[in-house]
């Protein structure tokens, strides 16, 4: 049986939290992750961002405060908006290795967590290649959040499609013939990823708009 797999559960279980017992902690594996995201994610349905998560009842979130240090030094402050929403800089990878994120909170009082999502679909007409180069990006996200055990992680090979009524998803294929996918008992609809669809990148057709889709593996 496939496991679905969200990106937010992924980033949850391998991941938890990047401060778990000390007040600061090596910014080069963050940078990589929001390096990731914003520059060489090729996918545009892929979402991230850093949050913090409030442990303590008696914390306020405007109290808590976060900066990058180098040898001391504050060299770039981290910004927090009224959500928990963390707006940190990209650096170069060799200066990133040198820094570490520091927070003004005692132990755990508060996580950072790595909150993943996939955009929804908003065209009932989409490029193959266009949805499926997420399993890419989302194969480089898990192997960067599992590192060493990076083998344990899934591999992505299809992607899965739920709605909230009967529905179909079709194409054209390069021989001219029709490709075409029905929900199931739970309206959910799953298309492999091949690399004869990626090259002939033919048009997705959507009935309706799905609920969500994720990669399964």
């Known amino acids: 049986m ?25 910014y080069g594996e963050i940078n990589k992750i929001l390096d990731l995201i914003a520059n060489k994610a090729q996918s545009q349905y892929i979402l991230s961002k850093f949050t913090v998560e409030v442990k303590q009842p008696e914390l ?26 963390i707006d940190l800089p990209i650096l170069p990878q060799p200066r990133a290795d040198e820094v570490n994120l ?25 490029k193959y290649r266009d949805l499926f180069i997420l399993l890419e990006d989302m194969d480089a996200f898990v192997e960067l959040m599992a590192g060493s055990l990076s083998w344990l992680a899934p591999n992505f090979d299809e992607l899965e ?9 079709q194409f054209v294929d390069a021989k001219g013939k029709t490709q075409q996918f029905m929900t199931d008992d ?24 799905p609920k969500q889709f994720a990669p399964i593996d």
Not at 60 to 85: F, P, R, S, T, Y
Not at 102 to 126: F, S
């Open 2 to 26: 496939k496991k679905l797999l969200m990106l937010g559960t992924v980033a949850s279980l391998l991941c938890s939290s990047v401060f778990a017992a000390e007040r600061s902690v090596e």
């Open 60 to 85: 306020k979130l405007e109290e808590v405060k976060l900066w990058l240090e180098h040898d001391g030094k504050v060299i770039a402050n981290g910004i927090i908006d009224k959500d928990g929403n």
């Open 102 to 126: 520091v927070i003004n909170q005692e132990k755990d009082a508060v996580a950072i967590m790595v909150n993943t999502d996939i955009a929804p679909l908003t065209r009932q007409q989409v």
């Open 161 to 169: 499609f739920t709605f909230s009524e009967p529905a179909s998803i």
């Open 186 to 209: 739970e309206f959910k609809i799953q298309i492999p990823n091949k690399k004869k669809w990626m090259q002939q990148n033919p048009s997705l057709q959507f009935s309706v708009l």
